[in-house]
């Protein structure tokens, strides 16, 4: 779990230790913006607090293949076969998280949560793996949600998933709790799991774990909750979703920079903690580079809606759209239409996708220097643009909350199929 990856990323080179004193109130958070949240570090020495704190550990794409073992181009089958065969989890009788149980004066604010931006409510837990238990199929269902902390043992919690959401309406209208835990100091195959959309495969999570990690994902019971949390992680708070109350929540600087307004939001509170001896608390910078594994199941759905209408080579969905705006797809093309079909494709693959670049597979989609020649010199705005105005999109886009609509933008910079004229100069043997 989380040391085993942080002894990697230091055999690597990888990891930054900072040893000077910082503080959680912004300076925490500065550090890691400097770096533009790409640099993995360990805050050794956390002004007020004995636990150090880490973050940016999987916000690069080619540090997150290497703790995951996976290359480039594999990477969407395997996600793809570890969803399509789950694997069972192991239940374990004990595991270090165990090491401290405590139930009675619970107190969360031991923990150095971090305070981010000048207008943040509060400090708030960034990187919590939300786990709870579907309540009519008993599957396991992770994300990761932000977490306002409101005191010692109350948190308030934003859903912004519609699977989570009615999940927690169909048991608030029984009047009664949804059992929650929040899980820190995870690793990659636990946070890819996490980022399965649910709504189109539902899914044990956990399962999807296994099947990614190679071997059965080790877990152990909740103290008070019904149910189980990864037996290495470094703390796990155990509680419920109250029925019927709801917290101010907000303002949050969040995705895209942006701040996300106040709102009221359901409130967990907080019944038990387990931590391990010396626990490493996570953070996630909420700006927008920690959503790359958010992103890279993005493409999943993206490449496999894209397979059924063209011959898709490969998907990028990218780090400046905050991974769920942009996306580019590269396509060997067969028939003059396949650029537009692609478009069609990709803009209902993902629903908050806003604009997406159709090109040709002699274009590298990672490099955007490559992706803008295509459109400098393949696409003809008249004909090839593409745009559909006032569909659904993200609220988290600042220009969709004016009228609740967005407009979705399609560009194709295919080439057209035997013309000469786009024939790229080459020099024989290099
Ligand atoms: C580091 C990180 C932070 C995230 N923070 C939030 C968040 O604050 N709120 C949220 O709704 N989703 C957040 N997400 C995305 C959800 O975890 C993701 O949409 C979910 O796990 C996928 O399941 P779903 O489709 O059922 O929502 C975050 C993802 C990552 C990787």
Redesign the pocket.
């Known amino acids: 779990m989380l040391r085993h990856e942080l002894n990697k990323l230091k055999d690597m080179g990888l990891l930054l230790e900072v040893n000077d004193e910082v503080d959680v109130k912004f300076q925490l958070g500065g550090i890691l913006k400097k770096y533009k949240n790409r640099r993995p570090i360990i805050f050794n020495k956390v002004k007020g607090y004995k636990i150090p704190v880490c973050g940016a550990l999987y916000t690069d794409r080619e540090v997150l293949y290497k703790l995951a073992n996976i290359k480039h181009e594999e990477r969407i089958f395997k996600f793809m076969e570890s969803i399509a065969n789950p694997k069972p989890v192991k239940l374990l009788s004990y595991g270090p998280v165990m090491e401290n149980i405590i139930t009675n004066n619970i107190d969360i604010t031991k923990f150095p949560h971090p305070y981010f931006h000048e207008k943040d409510s509060s400090c708030y837990i ?2 919590g793996m939300l786990v709870v238990k579907d309540i009519n199929t008993g599957k396991r269902y ?5 977490f306002q902390v409101l005191g010692k043992d109350k948190i308030s919690i ?4 519609p ?2 959401t009615n999940q927690f309406l169909e048991i608030e209208k029984q009047n009664k709790p949804l059992e929650v835990a929040i899980v820190l100091g995870y690793d990659v195959p636990f ?1 890819l799991a ?6 189109l495969y539902g899914v044990d999570k956990y399962e999807i774990d296994s099947a990614l990690r190679g071997e059965p994902l080790e877990v152990v019971k909740c103290k008070t909750v019904d149910l189980e949390v990864p037996a290495y992680a470094e703390i796990v708070l155990e509680g419920v979703i109250l029925p019927n109350v709801r917290e101010k929540e907000g303002p949050f600087g ?1 995705l895209m920079g942006y701040y996300g307004q106040q709102a009221m939001h359901p409130v967990i509170q907080i019944q038990a903690i387990m931590h391990r001896n010396n626990p490493i608390y996570q953070t ?1 910078f909420p700006c927008r580079e ?2 790359l ?2 992103g890279l199941l993005r493409e999943v759905e993206l490449f496999y809606s894209l397979k059924r209408l063209v011959d898709v080579k490969d998907v990028h969905v990218t780090l400046a759209g905050g991974y769920r705006f942009h996306a580019i797809a590269s396509i060997r093309k067969k028939q003059e239409g396949d650029g537009k079909t692609a478009i069609i494709g990709a803009l209902s693959s993902i629903k908050d996708l806003k604009h997406v670049v159709i090109v040709d597979d002699d274009i590298d989609i990672f490099d955007r220097d490559d992706v803008e020649l295509a459109i400098a010199t393949r696409f003809q705005a008249s004909r090839d643009l593409v745009i559909i105005p006032d569909a659904c999109g993200s609220s988290l886009d600042p220009s969709h909350t004016l009228k609740g609509v967005t407009d979705k933008m399609g560009i194709d910079a295919t080439k057209p199929l035997n013309n000469e004229r786009f024939e790229r100069c080459k020099i024989p043997n290099f």
């Open positions: 960034t990187a992770t994300s990761i949600r932000r934003l859903i912004a998933s699977y989570l946070l996490s980022q399965v959309s649910s709504e969040e996630a920690e959503h594994a958010n």
